[in-house]
């Protein structure tokens, strides 16, 4: 079907947007305090349409802790670590950079975890993809010194975790439906974001239009139609090549940057962005 082969690069626009959200709101917001407004209201939006059109939910205690668990490993630990991170000191390159060891992450322990194999092919795919995705960051790197133990951590828990979150929903998330089970996500997600936001102290969200216009997007855009995606793909492809779709995130990321806040666009990075294109196609069909 012509829908389901624009499904990836739909998922991957969508994706990178996400950095655009984190740059508008970062003035203007506490990362905790935005991240559990964001769940509350999708869980708001996408329950009550659930409710309209009646889609079921889970009818036992395990298919409800499934999917709370899928949210805190898929939401809640892995952009609460970022946005940590991020809000800490660690500049965004470094963090996309260790969030785009996902896929090599995902492609070792893809056998282990679910049996899946991953064939050489793919694997080229992966590497590739990588090199590309590095190639694009490089200009972003410079300067990057005395870079903070903890941030890097922080970041590196929730890349170990979104990956986790993707075996965990491949395994678990086969019968469900993805409009409720994206709902029992968000809502793992709020519980584990809300102690942080506490703990963190700050509070803080100003509703500046800026703001609120990096809400409205992330609620309607990334966290209902985005992750809605992700888990079709996840549902009806193998981990390892879904994975490798987040290596297009920083090339399209970049330009958006560009084209939004007039960032510049080295030659390097448009060379490592067709390397990460040819990498992902290579994983797409690597089976």
């Known amino acids: ?30 990362p905790f305090t935005f991240l559990f407004i964001r769940y509350c209201l999708t869980i708001a939006v996408l329950g009550g349409l659930c409710l309209a059109v009646g889609a079921p939910w889970p009818r036992t205690a395990r298919g409800w802790r499934d999917g709370l668990v899928a949210g805190v490993l898929l939401h809640g630990v892995y952009l609460g670590g970022v946005f940590w991170s991020v809000g800490h000191g660690l500049p965004a390159g470094i963090a996309a950079l260790i969030a785009g060891m996902q896929p090599l992450l995902t492609g070792a322990l893809a056998g282990p975890l679910i049996g899946e194999r991953v064939s050489p092919r793919r694997w080229l795919g992966i590497v590739t993809g990588f090199a590309g995705a590095l190639l694009v960051l490089v200009p972003k790197l410079g300067g990057v010194d005395g870079l903070a133990p903890m941030a890097v951590l922080a970041c590196s828990l929730g890349m170990v975790s979104i990956t986790m979150g993707t075996f965990w929903q491949k395994r678990t998330g086969a019968g469900s439906d993805l409009r409720t089970n994206a709902v ?53 492809g193998a981990v390892a090549g879904v994975a490798s779709l987040l290596y297009l995130v920083p090339p399209v990321s970049a330009v958006m940057a560009f084209l939004i806040f007039g960032e510049s666009l080295a030659p390097l990075q448009m060379l490592g962005m067709a390397i990460a294109a040819v990498g992902v196609a290579i994983a797409s069909r690597g089976a």
Request: proline share 8%; aromatic share 8%; no cysteine.
């Open 184 to 236: 029992v996500q968000f809502i793992g997600a709020a519980l584990v974001t809300l102690p942080a936001m506490l703990l963190a102290g700050d509070m803080r969200f100003d509703p500046a239009p800026p703001a609120l216009a990096g809400l409205a997007w992330a609620v309607v855009v990334l966290s209902i139609g985005g992750i809605l995606l992700l888990m079709h793909l996840i549902r009806r």
């Open 1 to 30: 079907m012509p829908a389901e082969r624009l499904m990836p690069a739909l998922f991957v626009v969508i994706w990178a947007t996400g950095f655009v959200v984190a740059r508008l709101v970062a003035p203007h917001a506490e």
